[in-house]
């Protein structure tokens, strides 16, 4: 069982914290969906190369290989989740792109025979039930919301195959490193993506820039490296089911920017969200 201790759970809620600006900054963008993932990644480099560049050269090519599919991975996520956002609620869209979990604990099992204790299964369902609750007054599931229910979905099964490569290399690799060769994987995605959809846009303003630098800065350097330096330290199962706070960030985000209203039932969804991920983090005989 890998390394759970409190530090490595703090830091890993942490860049949960980070991550869940995501879907902030791609509301504001006022690029297209798919150009905005492109520079939220683009925009990363500057900030990377300069402390990765002499590392790179030392990774092998078994380990290379893995990080460059992370990267294709974290681009598909990037363009569903950008893309679902205009055809369904925020809330679905942050509900159904977080089950990775879904995907993950099968794939960790069969595949990475990692031994997933009873408690993990049960406390992980605690926390969708509780995220279920935090957006049930949120959550719209009707007809016109279909085609963007389903592109979130297909993000979480992408966001797992990023998560399941990254721990494939058992923290052999620096979060940097990892972090500046998948962002090379996901820009060739991403480029081709956005060539033969919506075309290449320039943002020229301030209000264009701000959000793509906010996306760089915090949700793809300090959100994804956060994330890429925990899967080294700690259980890809137990990541998996912490991911799953994220709506209840995002929920608390919005009542602190935007004013939004948390109900008593939202407060309980929260409430059983951290008894599910309390539980879930307690070692068991």
């Given amino acids: 069982m890998k390394n759970s201790g409190t530090a490595y759970l703090l830091l890993i809620f942490l860049a949960i914290c980070f991550l869940s600006t995501g879907g902030i900054f791609v509301k504001m963008s006022q690029l297209p969906p798919i150009n905005t993932a492109f520079y939220r990644v683009l925009f990363s480099l500057p900030f990377l190369l300069p402390f990765t560049m002499t590392k790179i050269s030392k990774v092998g090519k078994k380990e290379f290989g893995i990080i460059t599919l992370a990267g294709v991975f974290l681009a598909l996520d990037l363009i569903f989740w950008n893309i679902s956002f205009s055809y369904t609620t925020v809330a679905n869209a942050n509900l159904l792109a977080n089950l990775t979990p879904f995907t993950v604990v099968p794939i960790a099992y069969f595949i990475f025979k990692e031994k997933i204790p009873k408690h993990f299964l049960i406390c992980g369902v605690v926390t969708l039930i509780g995220i279920i609750i935090l957006l049930s007054g949120k959550i719209e599931p009707n007809i016109n919301n279909f085609k963007g229910d389903a592109l979130a979905t297909i993000t979480s099964l992408f966001y797992a195959g990023f998560i399941l490569s990254i721990y494939r290399l058992k923290g052999s690799v620096g979060s940097g490193v990892i972090m500046t060769i998948s962002a090379f994987g996901s820009l060739i995605v ?68 935007f004013g939004e209203a948390l109900s008593m039932m939202e407060i309980l969804g929260m409430v059983i969200v951290l008894i599910g991920i309390y539980f879930a983090k307690e070692k068991r005989p």
Avoid at 201 to 207: A, E, G, H, I, V
Avoid at 215 to 230: K, P, R, V
């Fill in 190 to 257: 991403l480029a081709f993506a956005v060539l033969i959809t919506e075309g290449f846009y320039l943002p020229r303003t301030q209000d264009e820039l701000l959000p793509l630098i906010g996306l760089a800065l915090i949700s793809q350097i300090a959100g994804q490296g956060l994330m890429a330096f925990c899967l080294g330290k700690i259980n890809v199962v137990l990541s998996s089911i912490i991911i799953l706070t994220q709506p209840a960030i995002a929920a608390i985000y919005s009542f602190i920017l």
